[in-house]
């Protein structure tokens, strides 16, 4: 078990990033609304999920390069920066609201004061990022991902129907109204642009690390390692989705079965929680928003760094002193205390994370399409190109990402 644990790395935490606690938030209002019905959404999302990060996966391997760098040789250069640009702010948005989630939850369980706690978390994320090389952080990350489990744990403290929960996955009871606003929510978080960024950028590090060249100029790895990214990419988004789907369901037993349906973030679903499921589920609930944000925060603050140092021609990566990457590292300590500075600065959280999906939203169609282009071309990943499998897939979770960006600006 613990060799098959070692042998998955990018794709395991992005996927565990993926379930932030502003995802947890995301999930925990789909659940309260609308029950057992919302749990369709994340089954729809993984296929998709899969395809789209496994090419984004691809490309880092292959070429050598980020998914910025790859963007920018097909694209002109000042469209790929304003897409990063927007992602910085974005991601500078979701990592305030990620930090502040972490300070309410961690003083629900400890009693501590909230906004030291905040403070030490963002301190936490970014030493860890600045000081500890990455051979050594990525472990540190990969064992943060088993805090994602608490919400399995949840579901074994309360009582469910798992034939009503069977049924209504594949066959969800929808209001007239209301859920299409839920729904492009659970997209948007489930399929986000930082992910993109981020596992291109860690298959490159991890290439790296090993002291291993790209595949376009040595492919005699090329099988073994193709066939690890993509067991990889599905054990992730595996339990990414999986973690999800557990979230809606907890929040649906609980939540809304009690008339509990109007939750906007995760502390709120952590408090509303105990008096409904006990104090055992309400610990774990709040435990894991702490612990999927310490996940969360470095690979938000980090694709950034990537994204924008790429462009920029600067060093990147975690592997090298903050000397050796001063812009690298100095974007992510800018989107961490910007993000802090976000959170305090009176600006109402739940409307400041609606524009980040919005944001979000807005730049993952062209950056999805544009991956799906290289991708596909021979230029850039010579026979390495995405399989008919995967450009199928890789295209449908666009055009399912087109549908919810229309749908978001003509549901609001």
């Not at 034939?163 to 859920?179: F, H, K, M, N």
Request: some cysteine; proline content about 4%; overall charge neutral.
């Amino acid at each position: 078990m613990l060799r098959v644990f070692s042998r998955l790395g990018p794709g395991l935490i992005t996927g565990a990033a993926d379930d932030d606690p502003s995802g947890i938030a995301t999930y925990s209002q789909a659940g309260a609304q609308f029950g057992v019905n919302m749990l369709w959404t994340v089954a729809l999302t993984y296929p998709l999920m899969v395809a789209i990060q496994s090419i984004s996966a691809r490309i880092g391997r292959v070429t050598g390069h980020g998914l910025a760098t790859n963007l920018a040789e097909v694209f002109p250069r000042p469209l790929v920066m304003g897409l990063a640009l927007l992602l910085f702010v974005a991601n500078t948005i979701n990592i305030g609201a990620d930090l502040a989630a972490m300070g309410a939850a961690g003083r629900l369980v400890s009693g501590l004061d909230q906004h030291l706690l905040t403070l030490a978390f963002a301190a936490v994320s970014l030493i860890l990022q600045v000081f500890v090389p990455y051979h050594r952080y990525v472990s540190f990350l990969k064992w943060l991902t088993m805090s994602l489990f608490a919400y399995v744990a949840v579901v074994f403290a309360v009582h469910i129907d798992w034939a009503e929960v069977a049924i209504r996955t594949v066959l969800p009871q929808l209001p007239d109204s209301g859920w299409i606003v839920v729904v492009v929510g659970v997209f948007g978080t489930t399929i986000s642009p930082y992910l993109f960024f981020w596992q291109s950028s860690e298959e490159v590090e991890d290439e790296e690390a090993k002291h291993q060249r790209p595949l376009i100029r040595d492919g005699r790895r090329a099988k073994a390692e193709l066939r690890r990214i993509e067991w990889d990419t599905l054990v992730g988004m595996g339990a990414s989705n999986l973690i999800a789907f557990f979230i809606i369901l907890t929040t649906a037993v609980t939540l809304h079965t009690h008339g509990l349906t109007d939750i906007q973030t995760s502390e709120q679903a952590a408090l509303a929680l105990r008096p409904v499921a006990g104090e055992f589920a309400f610990v774990l609930f709040a435990l894991g928003i702490v612990g999927t944000g310490l996940l969360g925060v470095p690979v938000l603050a980090g694709s950034v760094g990537y994204a924008v140092g790429e462009l920029r021609g600067w060093k990147c990566g975690l592997e090298y002193k903050p000397t050796e990457a001063a812009g690298f590292y100095g974007v992510i300590v800018a989107a961490v205390v910007l993000g802090l500075a976000v959170g305090y600065s009176g600006l109402d959280p739940i409307r400041a994370l609606f524009w980040s999906a919005v944001i979000n939203g807005v730049i993952s169609v062209p950056i999805m399409a544009a991956m799906m282009v290289v991708a596909s071309r021979r230029q850039e990943l010579g026979r390495f190109v995405a399989s008919p499998v995967q450009v199928t897939f890789g295209w449908a979770a666009t055009a399912v990402m087109g549908v919810a960006v229309v749908a978001m600006f003509v549901a609001k």
